[in-house]
């Protein structure tokens, strides 16, 4: 489903395509906050931000990708998102200066521009409009969220998961050999918390696309084989939550 972040563009020199918060600035912001702060690596699992520990700074994703997971009072764990470059995380934090909300994993080597607070409310000082930008994505975040819960109370864990990989696909899908590669090391356990269902439902839900030859699973791979029948089973949950 598309979103206001949904557009691509190119930075120039930098050759990063970007998406998200930086894909909406115009080339002096964008340039000025891909030179804020300073780089930061991680590798893959490693954790950028913990849930519930109080910071305020706030990362720029500039290549790999990233997990978002909140975790329930019983261990739980739902995978709230995926962002990758152009992406910010943290910004929350730097509004609102409570405790982190969530947890971000690395899915792979992941670069990024981390900024204080302070850095990073002088540049939405200096640019209006990213300030304006970032209320926008804001509020963006807010009816994916109000969208999920609809989703997760209405709908049966199939068309949920064939939802979730039609988006996956949107972001990071590519061709392959045999379809439509997500560009993507997930695991079921993600999967699942994705669509916001156990794991053993989830793992059902795949076993029948699968059977149907509508998608192909390795490890930590999935590959869409035939798009046209992962939109029709998603129909009646996606032409809802429209």
């Known amino acids: 489903m598309a979103s206001p972040s949904r557009r691509i563009t190119d930075t120039g020199d930098c050759g990063l395509a970007t998406r998200g918060f930086l894909a909406h600035l115009g080339p002096h912001a964008r ?3 891909l030179g804020a702060g300073r780089p930061l690596r991680f ?3 490693e954790t950028l931000l913990r849930e519930g520990e109080q910071s305020q700074h706030v990362l720029l994703i500039v290549s790999g990708r990233v997990k978002i997971v909140a975790t329930a009072p019983n261990g739980y764990e739902a995978v709230l998102a995926i962002r990758g470059p152009g992406d910010l995380i943290g910004e929350l934090a730097c509004i609102d200066n409570m405790p982190r909300s969530a947890t971000v994993a690395a899915l792979g080597p992941v670069h ?3 900024m204080p607070r302070v850095i990073f ?4 000082t200096d640019h209006p409009v990213a300030a304006k930008v ?3 994505m804001v509020a963006w975040k807010l009816r994916c969220a109000n969208r999920r819960r609809l989703e997760f109370s209405a709908y049966p ?3 949920r998961l064939a939802l979730v990989l039609l988006e996956l696909e949107e972001w990071y899908g590519r061709s392959g050999h045999a379809g439509r590669d997500l560009d993507l090391a997930l695991s079921q356990t993600d999967l699942a918390g994705l669509v916001g269902a156990s794991i053993d439902s989830v793992s059902k839900a795949i076993r029948a696309l699968s059977q149907a030859r509508v998608i192909a699973t390795g490890r930590r791979r999935v590959t869409i084989l ?3 029948e992962l939109r029709e089973i998603a129909a009646p949950i996606a032409a809802r939550c429209r």
């Not at 409310?121 to 939405?124: E, G, I, P, Q, V």
């Open 226 to 228: 035939r798009l046209d």
């Open 121 to 124: 409310d002088d540049f939405l």
């Open 31 to 33: 340039e000025t906050l």
């Open 157 to 159: 864990v199939r068309l």
């Open 112 to 114: 990024t521009r981390i």
């Open 43 to 45: 590798s893959a699992h």
């Open 134 to 136: 970032l209320v926008r």
